[in-house]
């Protein structure tokens, strides 16, 4: 059973425009939400980070929005560029005392020129 | 610092064989953990290390062994492969969660089985 849910599966954007990709979870206990970026190829890299004492983070073009009342958190890219295509991954802490990370099903994104 | 090496890059195993997954990091970090990803399931936890000595089943535990006998390497061991544990598999590392939550993975093992 997936403690993150993600979605979409897939998006198609084009250059220039907004990619939002949504992440639910279940356990309120969860203090940390992050988002991973993998190229084809490569293991996935820390994009972008956010705790739950804070509603919006961003830094540069990604931005995390996070609604603890409906535990959901979101990244938004915005001014997609063809260099954002890549597969991204919501993570949260994995229940148990390690804190390790489990993490979404992903979304590959697609930015097209 | 070279961060966190896995070996081998791609591994093709008969169904029955067993193998070893190196990974290894350099950059003293305390917790190590080993993930597979497969299509539409997104990366599953399959077990870490909390230190040197000590290890736990993550997710999806079953038909693999690890070891920690130092801080820097974190093998895992399929003891007889099936074509179900055909996957990528990720070594990560990270500090102890107090200083940092994020982990530095590996660039994986693509493993088939047939």
């Known amino acids: 059973q997936q403690q993150v849910k993600q979605s979409p599966q897939s998006l198609i954007v084009q250059k220039g425009g907004i990619s939002i990709i949504n992440c639910a979870y279940e356990n309120t206990a969860f203090d940390y939400f992050p988002w991973y970026q993998q190229f084809p190829g490569k293991g996935p890299a820390l994009l972008i980070a956010i705790r739950p004492d804070v509603s919006e983070k961003k830094e540069g073009r990604f931005t995390i929005s996070f609604n603890k009342s409906a535990k959901q958190f979101s990244l938004h890219i915005m001014d997609s560029q063809p260099g954002d295509s890549a597969t991204y991954f919501c993570?949260?802490?994995?229940?148990?005392?390690?804190?390790?990370?489990?993490f979404g099903s992903g979304t590959q994104l697609t930015v097209l020129p | 610092n070279a961060g966190v090496t896995q070996t081998p890059k791609f591994q093709v195993l008969k169904t029955g064989q067993s193998m070893t997954l190196q990974c290894a990091q350099d950059?003293?970090?305390?917790?190590m953990s080993w993930y597979r990803q497969d299509p539409g399931m997104g990366l599953r936890l399959i077990h870490y290390?909390?230190?040197?000595?000590?290890?736990d089943q993550g997710e999806v535990p079953n038909g693999y062994n690890v070891s920690r006998s130092t801080t820097e390497d974190f093998p895992l061991r399929l003891l007889s492969a099936a074509p179900s544990q055909t996957s990528v598999y990720f070594c990560?590392?990270?500090?102890?969660?107090?200083?940092?939550?994020?982990?530095?993975f590996g660039p994986g093992t693509r493993l088939t089985v047939t």
């Open positions: 950059m003293n970090h305390e917790y």
């Open positions: 990560a590392s990270r500090s102890r969660p107090l200083i940092s939550y994020e982990q530095y």
């Open positions: 290390s909390v230190g040197a000595g000590i290890t």
């Open positions: 993570a949260a802490p994995f229940s148990g005392s390690a804190r390790q990370l489990t």
